[in-house]
């Protein structure tokens, strides 16, 4: 069984930064996707930013220039958010995928706000 536990959330101002890390334990295929979703009220979970194994990555257009998506090894990630803005609140959710399968984190708030 795959688990993915995210940290590093938090109440910011804007402008301000935060790192986010999400590691995963358990059964992992080496050559896998790892990436970091939001999900705001009221709205529908989007991509922020994806790496794969091999170091290609994936923006969404609105963090492009903000936000830096890293991983570590086959299985931990950390999403760099510099220049944070109201709009970027949001509840993070980690996710690995691999040959059809995916597991998702439990997520951590980012809240931006003076």
């Known amino acids: 069984q795959v688990q993915l536990v995210e940290s590093g959330g938090g109440l910011v101002q804007p402008g301000g930064a935060l790192r986010l890390s999400c590691a995963a334990s358990?059964?992992?295929?080496?050559?896998?996707?790892m990436g970091w979703y939001r999900q705001a009220p009221g709205k529908e979970r989007e991509l922020v930013a994806a790496?794969?194994?091999?170091?290609?990555t994936n923006y969404a257009d609105s963090v492009k220039g903000r936000f830096t998506i890293s991983r570590e090894n086959a299985k931990k990630v950390y999403l760099q958010m510099n220049s944070l803005k109201p709009e970027d609140t949001a509840v993070y959710y980690c996710?690995?995928?691999?040959?059809?399968?995916?597991?998702w984190g439990q997520g951590t708030q980012v809240t931006v706000s003076s």
């Open positions: 358990g059964t992992i295929f080496s050559l896998n996707v």
């Open positions: 790496i794969a194994s091999g170091g290609s």
């Open positions: 996710r690995i995928n691999w040959s059809g399968f995916s597991s």
